[in-house]
Structure formats: structure tokens, C-alpha cells
């Protein structure tokens, strides 16, 4: 490192140490007035598009409600804009004015919901739980959505305010600017309007069209106002994956990094509107090194390569060895089908690549390869052998993938741009077929969709005759359509999948919720054979439905409760006050009105009414001096009260959770203590979309991809492609898995990367 180089980096340094150096109350108003001026028209058309949404919905509405719901929304909405408006950029405002004093702390928890609370109505208030459910959906889908969409721009914008906040490392929901802080702001804007929960979530499709989805330029001016300024000038991208020697076997630190890992978007030719579908290039920094590994290893032969008995050697010629690629591939595969293994590895292809070149041209016998294809021919050689060696592509796409060697090594020798671009169509087509594989098995395409597609494309790429990145672009843009549209087939179906898991955890909380609240009113009372079954039976049921449609603060849950009070009260043979005849039937009318939300019939009503009101008047001897065998009292322990519910067990499952509550299941905390900390810390760091493989007795593994986790038990769903229930998993049993080998996180890096990564390290290790 030469002085003025050392000279720079201390200038640096002197700069992140004294934040003031860089003039921070001069810059932060510039970044804030851009910011400003650009997002004020996207926000205006936001609420235009909103409009003009929202009477087209009116037009079409098939009922007069929902009709009057669209335009008097439309409205109110128009009437509230400039206080929107108001409220989401002072949001930003004062964000910037933390950032300025050192405090990341944008978005308290809780103190948001103060002020909402008041301007809830009775009404809304029982559907306060799926309202603010679907809401924080839409928020942190559309955060990630924009993160990934933006990682190039953010990454360096993390970097750059990192250097404005005295050298602070920050994180991406630091930044005054990022996602993070426009959805919540705009969230803020928008919290205090009193409109349905369907129109809301609309007005956050709307800001993600006009707004979220047009930030590039944005945040590409704020980067350059901020380069400009002499605020870290270059940024370096550095998007390579890890560096794992053994990729088919990753060791724990492996998991990690996958599992922290932040999801990349992959370029695609026609993504940047201001691109004008020429994609920039991506240096591959794993392959720049390989190269320069490449080129030390052949240094101390390169003196003798070129000479034999100190007569200079020819070169083969590389137009040469095209034909002799493509004769081999004829020789290789006439015979074989697409979905057939080859009986020739990747690394017996080079061998055979000689062989042919001898008998096509038998003055090769005399020549060598020049030094520089032959690294090419290796590098071809091993990266197809890590694609029939990597455990994360199925065995039947590894057979597939792995007939296209030899049209990669023509195109590799023919454009060198293949591994040190990543940007280059044909390694971005391989990149999507294999990552689009991952979760693959006949079981989840049962009409081999997929897997026809990859077949497909792969004839075709052998079929060329002369390389062209058109034809690779042409390729790659069709499969991405392809892929979209299964996307969007398992995303509906996902989807469904989803709300059907949270409304079975809904109904398994509430009868758990049902369940503690019975055996806590009952246990050691006094009561008749009919008061317990009562409770235990047909008001269970009550009591699990008002759960589902209503807080336990509200009026209706607490009415019900209160019945089961006063009925376990009333059926005391001592007790401190006297009831009389009019409280046994006020109680009897608040029995009937919870059993007409079972469904009970009009018969059963009056039937079940007479039993309660003839037992209580037994107890009390009004109208009846000899208390029946009904009413015999006892004390009942809570074992005696399960034993007893199991009467209704077929009918009624809140027997079962009374079990699980009173007999709680025994956990072994010497499993918990050998799992908890870095196999606890892998699942809980699994992100949405990754892929895993289970383990299964006399089957073959199964992959299935996390697509939530409940809010309610804490359970992961994981579907197979098609966006159907696989399993659900505690994190407990996840790490148990993953602690025995049984489950697998699977990569989801391109495999170039992982590749490449994979033989830099190899390489390395070799040097040394």
C-alpha cells in the first residue's frame, strides 16, 4: 500500500470518527428535500389511482352496499388526503431529526395503538384480532418486497448513513429512508381514518404500485447526492454467497449464514425500465480469484509448456476443439435419453475431449492446449461435477442438468464473460433451473410440469448450433414466464393453505382458553351430574365460539362467562344468599340465548331449559321439598372432571383439552438443553420461502418450504410447490431434526455461486 493510499484511508477514518466533518446538518435537509420532492408526485398519483380505483369498484359492485362502501370511502378518503399527506411526511421529518441526534429508535412498539384505540367502535372492536392480523401481513410483505427489489441501492445507502452516524454499523430499518420507515410512516398516515379494513388494505396495494414500486430512481439520487459529497465515494458489491468447502455436507456455521442469510433478486433482462434491456454486468469476485488461483499455479510451468526438447509447441486451435465437442456430444448422448445418467463423470470429459481431438485431427498429437482453455475446460469440468455431487438439486434434474457440460464448456471458451459476469444469460438460465428445483418431486408435480420444462430447455440449448447471448435471453425469459405462472398458482393455493392453519389454531386456542377456564371454575365445586354436563358439554361450545368471535373483555364473552358462575353459584346447597324462582329463570333465558349460537332447535331449547330450571329448584326446594336424584351434590377434583367429560368426547372435544391442561405433556429438558442455543438459534432465524428436507420412515425424503409461522402456537408450516400442507413443526421438533440429521436446510443460492464459492475454497486449500 503506497502512501497516498494510507493518506486516504486515515482521512476516512478521521471522517466517520468526527460525524461534523461531514457537515451533517447541511446534508441531512439536502437528502430530506429530494427525498421530498421526488416522493410528492408518486404520492399524489397514489391516491389518484386510488380513486380511480375505488369508482370502478363502485360501478361494478353487485349490491347497493357495497356500492355505497366504494364511493363513500372514495370520499372520505379524498376529503382526509391533505392530512395524510401532513402526517406521513412529519413521520419522516421527525425521523430524520432522531437519525440527527443519534437515536435509531423510530417505531415504539405499542405507543401507535394509544390514540387508535379511542376511535374504535363497540362494533370493530370483536374484530380487532384478524384486523390488525391481515394488516401487519401487508405491512412487512411490502417491506420485504421492497427490500429485495432494492438491495443494490440500500446496500450502499446502509453503508453511506452508517459513515453519517459516526461509523455506527447501522441496520437496513436504521436508515431514514428505507422501507421500514416509509410503509410505517405511511401506516401513521393513515391509522386514524375509520374505514373498512378491505379499503385499507387496498390503500397499501396502491402505495406499493405507485410508490413502493417506483423508489429506484429515488434512492439512486440520494446515493449519488451522497457520493457526490464525498460520503464513501465507491461502494464495493460484494453479493457472493458463502464459502463452504463441503456443500452436500454444511456444517453448522453453514446453517447459520444460510439461515441469516437476506434474499437476493436475480437480475432479468427487461426488470429496469431505464435499462433498456441491457444488462449491466456483475463481476463474480469468486471467479476472479479462481482465475488468479489459476494463474499462480501455472506460473512455474508455464517456462516448459510451450517447449518440448527445446522445439516451441503449437497450440490447439480452439475452433478445432468446437467440432470436437460437438462430435463428442453426438457420441455421448445419441443413445441416451434426457432423463438417462451418463456413464461418463464431468471430470472423464476432458479425457475424452482428447481423445476426440486426436482422431479428428491427428496433428494434435504433437500440440497442447493453450494454457487458458484448458483452465476453462477444467473449471466447466468441476462445476458440473458440484452440480451431480450437490444434495440440494433432486437426482432427477442433477441427470438433466448434468447433459449440459458440453454446451457450457463451448459456450464458456467461445465467451469468458459465462463465470465472471453474473449478469451473462446463459449462467443466470442455469442459476433459475436449478434454483427453481430445489423443492421438487413427482409427488407435488404429479403431471411433471417442471420437470418437462427443464427437458425441454435442455434439448434445445444441445440442439444450438452457434451460441449467442439472444438465444440464452430469449430462453431465460421464457422460463421466468413459465415459473411466474406457477408462482402465481401456488401462491393462491398457499394462500389458502395459510388461513386454513390460522383458523385451526383460532378454534385450538379457544378450546384450550375454553378448557382452563371450566376446570378453573370447577374444580372442588359442589354441583349436580346435570350442572357438570351442562358446562362440560353443550357451554363449552358456547363458550369456544364467543372466543372466536369476540375479546374476553367484551360484553358478549363475559355474559357468558358470567353464566358460568352463577350456574356452578346456584347449584350450591350452601350458600350465603337465598335464590328464588325469578333469578333460576333470568339465568335459564341467559342458557337459551347461548345455546341458539350452537344451533340447538326450538324442542331441545325448551327440553334443555326445563332440566336446568327443575334441578335449580330442586336444589333451592322451590316448589318441589325432595331434591331428586338429580340434584345429588358432590365435590368434584379435576381428574374426576375429565373422567366424567369423557361421555361427551365424541361430541365434543373440549374434553381433550381439559386433558392436556390438567395432565400437561412431560417434556424431557435434557432434549431442550441439547438442542437449545445454535440448532434453536438455525430455526429460529428460518426465513419464509426456505426450503427444507425431511426425513421419512420407509419413504424417500420429502422437501417442503416454510411459508409462516403461527402467531397463535408457534407452529411452522411448511408446503410442497404447489402450495399444499406438508407438515407443521414445533421449533423444539425442528431442532431435534436438524440436531439428528433428519431435517436439512437446503441451499437456495445460485449454483454458480455456490459453485465457484465452493472451488475458490477448494483451490486455496490446495495452494497452501
Known amino acids: 500500500m503506497n502512501e497516498k493510499e494510507q493518506e486516504k484511508i486515515l482521512n476516512l477514518n478521521e471522517k466517520i470518527n468526527k460525524k461534523e466533518n461531514f457537515d451533517l446538518g447541511g446534508i441531512l435537509p439536502q437528502i430530506f428535500t429530494l427525498f421530498g420532492k421526488e416522493l410528492k408526485p408518486k404520492l399524489i398519483a397514489c391516491f389518484e389511482s386510488l380513486d380511480d380505483f375505488l369508482f370502478d369498484l363502485a360501478d361494478k359492485a353487485e349490491t347497493n352496499q357495497k356500492q355505497s362502501l366504494y364511493f363513500d370511502s372514495m370520499r372520505y378518503i379524498r376529503k382526509s388526503r391533505e392530512l395524510i399527506f401532513k402526517e406521513f411526511f412529519q413521520s419522516i421529518k421527525a425521523i430524520f431529526k432522531l437519525f440527527k441526534y443519534n437515536e435509531y429508535q423510530y417505531f415504539v412498539a405499542g405507543s401507535e395503538k394509544k390514540d387508535d384505540k379511542k376511535s374504535l367502535s363497540m362494533s370493530s372492536l370483536s374484530l380487532i384480532g384478524e384486523r390488525e392480523l391481515d394488516e401487519t401481513l401487508a405491512l412487512t410483505n411490502l417491506i420485504k418486497k421492497s427490500e429485495m427489489a432494492y438491495h443494490q441501492q440500500l446496500f450502499a445507502l446502509e453503508k453511506r448513513f452508517s459513515v453519517l452516524a459516526s461509523g455506527t454499523n447501522l441496520n437496513l430499518n436504521q436508515i431514514p429512508i428505507a422501507p421500514h420507515v416509509m410503509v410505517n410512516s405511511y401506516k401513521k398516515g393513515i391509522q386514524s381514518l375509520e374505514i373498512n379494513v378491505e379499503i385499507k388494505l387496498m390503500m397499501y396495494k396502491m402505495f406499493e404500485r405507485s410508490v413502493m414500486g417506483q423508489m429506484n430512481s429515488i434512492y439512486q439520487k440520494i446515493n449519488q447526492l451522497l457520493a457526490k459529497n464525498g460520503i464513501v465515494p465507491e461502494i464495493n458489491y460484494n453479493l457472493t454467497g458463502n464459502n463452504s468447502d463441503t456443500p452436500s455436507n454444511p456444517d453448522l456455521s453453514h446453517l447459520l449464514n444460510l439461515a441469516n442469510q437476506k434474499p437476493r433478486s436475480q437480475q432479468i433482462p427487461g426488470n429496469d425500465p431505464n435499462n433498456n434491456n441491457v444488462m449491466q454486468p456483475i463481476a463474480d469476485t469468486n471467479y476472479e480469484m479462481i482465475n488468479q488461483l489459476f494463474k499462480h499455479n501455472g506460473d512455474s510451468q508455464n517456462d516448459v509448456r510451450g517447449m518440448v526438447n527445446n522445439i516451441p509447441v503449437s497450440n490447439i486451435d480452439v475452433g478445432l476443439m468446437m467440432n470436437a465437442l460437438s462430435l463428442l456430444q453426438g457420441d455421448l448422448f445419441k443413445n441416451i435419453k434426457i432423463n438417462e445418467q451418463s456413464d461418463k463423470t464431468p471430470t472423464e470429459i476432458k479425457d475424452e475431449l482428447i481423445k476426440q481431438l486426436h482422431s479428428l485431427d491427428s496433428n494434435t498429437e504433437g500440440q497442447i492446449v493453450r494454457k487458458q482453455d484448458e483452465d476453462t475446460i477444467d473449471l466447466v469440468g468441476m462445476l458440473f461435477q458440484f452440480i451431480v455431487d450437490d444434495r440440494n438439486l433432486p437426482d432427477a434434474i442433477q441427470v438433466i442438468l448434468g447433459k449440459l457440460q458440453i454446451p457450457y464448456l463451448k459456450i464458456a471458451l467461445q465467451d469468458r464473460n459465462l463465470f465472471a459476469d453474473k449478469a451473462n444469460p446463459a449462467r443466470m438460465l442455469l442459476d433459475k433451473m436449478s434454483l427453481a428445483t430445489v423443492g421438487w418431486n413427482e409427488e407435488s408435480d404429479n403431471k411433471l410440469m417442471l420437470i418437462n420444462k427443464i427437458e425441454d430447455i435442455t434439448k434445445k440449448i444441445l440442439d444450438i448450433e452457434k451460441y449467442s447471448k439472444e438465444i440464452f435471453a430469449s430462453l431465460l425469459n421464457d422460463f421466468n414466464k413459465f415459473t411466474s405462472r406457477l408462482k402465481k398458482k401456488s401462491d393462491v393455493v398457499q394462500k389458502r393453505t ?142 374426576e372432571i375429565l373422567e366424567l367429560s369423557q361421555i361427551r368426547k365424541e361430541k365434543h372435544e373440549i374434553a381433550d383439552y381439559i386433558e392436556e391442561i390438567i395432565e400437561p405433556q412431560v417434556i424431557d429438558e435434557t432434549q431442550i438443553d441439547s438442542v437449545a442455543g445454535k440448532y434453536t438459534e438455525i430455526v429460529i432465524n428460518l426465513k419464509a420461502g426456505m426450503w427444507l428436507e425431511f426425513e421419512r420412515e420407509d419413504k424417500k425424503p420429502i422437501r417442503a418450504k416454510l411459508s409462516w409461522v403461527s402467531p397463535i402456537t408457534g407452529k411452522f408450516l411448511f408446503v410442497n410447490s404447489r402450495g399444499l400442507k406438508i407438515t407443521d413443526k414445533t421449533t423444539l421438533e425442528l431442532s431435534l431434526g436438524l440436531k439428528n440429521n433428519t431435517i436439512r436446510v437446503l441451499e437456495q443460492i445460485p449454483i454458480f455461486d455456490r459453485a465457484l464459492s465452493a472451488i475458490a475454497s477448494k483451490l486455496r486449500k490446495e495452494e497452501l
Not at 554 to 560: C, F, L, N, V
Open 498 to 639: 395459510k388461513e386454513k392453519s390460522l383458523g385451526q389454531d383460532k378454534i385450538h386456542q379457544a378450546k384450550q382458553v375454553s378448557a382452563q377456564l371450566l376446570v378453573e371454575k370447577m374444580t372442588n365445586k359442589q354441583m349436580p351430574l346435570l350442572i357438570r354436563d351442562i358446562l362440560l358439554g353443550e357451554w363449552s361450545n358456547v363458550m369456544i365460539l364467543m372466543y372466536l368471535r369476540h375479546p374476553i373483555k367484551s360484553k358478549e364473552y363475559q355474559e357468558k362467562v358470567e353464566f358460568v358462575e352463577k350456574v356452578i353459584a346456584y347449584s350450591q346447597k350452601n350458600i350465603d344468599q337465598e335464590i328464588n324462582k325469578e333469578e333460576i329463570l333470568v339465568l335459564s333465558k341467559l342458557y337459551e340465548k347461548g345455546l341458539k349460537l350452537v344451533a340447538f332447535n326450538p324442542k331441545e331449547l325448551i327440553d334443555k331449559q326445563d332440566s336446568l330450571i327443575n334441578c335449580l329448584n330442586r336444589i333451592h326446594q322451590i316448589d318441589n321439598e325432595n331434591p331428586s336424584k338429580n340434584a345429588i351434590i358432590e365435590v368434584i377434583p379435576p381428574e
